[in-house]
């Protein structure tokens, strides 16, 4: 993502306006809770044939190398 003549300090607004439009799920960022369910699966019994799986929780950030 570039963004010509970023301000010096974005508000929490700015922000959200410049990085939600580049990711594929239009969320800014992720909070805890959208990483909870990840990680309650991975320490449940659900995942215990699990293994050397790598499972990015990014809201589609990775599709355009932005995380």
């Excluded at 990483?35 to 044939?49: E, G, I, T, Y």
Aim: with cysteine.
């Amino acid at each position: 993502m570039r963004i010509d003549n970023p301000p010096r300090h974005p508000t929490e607004q700015q922000a959200i306006e410049a990085y939600a439009p580049h990711v594929p799920l239009k969320v800014p960022w992720l909070k805890a809770e959208d990483l909870a369910p990840a990680a309650v699966f991975l320490a449940s019994d659900l995942a215990a044939m699990v293994t050397g799986a790598c499972y990015d929780v990014t809201a589609g950030a990775d599709a355009n190398n932005l995380s």
